[in-house]
């Protein structure tokens, strides 16, 4: 199993342009999860998904959008960069085990993104 | 509201030192706590739980539901402990949806 895969690695981008964070996991998790990583802020939740179909909002979800049309994808969208998205992107899956309980969520590799 | 604080950003010890890096939380009900281990330029990686109560790398944290605290404890570092460390939060229940709250971080450098 490769896990909780992210692509791209690395990416420099300008102002006002637009990309896709890939992320893909190949172990049957229905929840997937995108946080970002600012130095000395930790980690913040931008989008989450219990299941293909189904994707809310955040802590922090504004300029992002996110889809789910299946189990596996979780890409996450930045429509118009800006400076102040420059972050680590992760991406993260878990599985729910029902009556509330879910595994230890799995992380990617992450995505390094500057916008300039 | 639920929060993690981890007051704590750097931490230096030396090897063969004891180490503890403190993470205290705020939620109302019953939390999951976790501890998270991100190595230099690595994903992150679960590190503890605090619902299995067991010893990885020689780490150890108990959760003290009266101090609301879940601090990590190892008594004799080593240079390859040297990494991010990251309290989290899991509150109960469906409505949850597993989410994690995640602390500042801590870093921590272990010297020879």
């Known amino acids: 199993n490769a896990g909780v895969t992210q692509t791209p690695k690395f990416r420099i981008l300008k102002i006002g342009q637009s990309m896709t964070l890939q992320c893909a996991q190949d172990?049957?998790?229905?929840?997937m999860y995108w946080y970002r990583q600012d130095p000395g802020m930790g980690l913040k939740l931008i989008y989450y998904?219990?299941?293909?179909?189904?994707?809310d909002k955040g802590e922090v979800p504004n300029g992002y959008n996110v889809s789910r049309s299946t189990t596996e994808d979780f890409p996450l969208r930045l429509e118009l960069a800006a400076p102040s998205q420059t972050s680590v992107y992760f991406c993260a899956s878990s599985y729910w085990m029902g009556q509330g309980m879910s595994q230890p969520q799995h992380f990617g590799d992450g995505t390094r993104l500057s916008i300039l | 509201a639920q929060r993690v604080t981890q007051p704590e950003k750097l931490l230096s010890v030396f090897k063969g030192a004891p180490v503890e890096l403190k993470c205290n939380y705020s939620y109302s009900g019953s939390p999951e706590l976790f501890w998270y281990v991100q190595y230099s330029r690595q994903r992150l990686q679960l590190l503890l739980r605090h619902i299995s109560r067991e010893s990885i790398k020689g780490f150890t944290a108990d959760l003290n539901k009266g101090e609301t605290s879940f601090h990590l404890k190892k008594p004799f570092a080593q240079e390859e402990d040297s990494a991010m460390y990251y309290c989290?939060?899991?509150?109960?229940?469906?409505?949850?949806?597993?989410?994690?709250?995640f602390g500042q971080g801590t870093i921590l450098t272990v010297h020879p």
């Open positions: 998904s219990v299941g293909a179909g189904i994707t």
């Open positions: 172990m049957n998790h229905n929840y």
């Open positions: 989290a939060l899991r509150g109960a229940g469906g409505t949850s949806y597993g989410k994690l709250t």
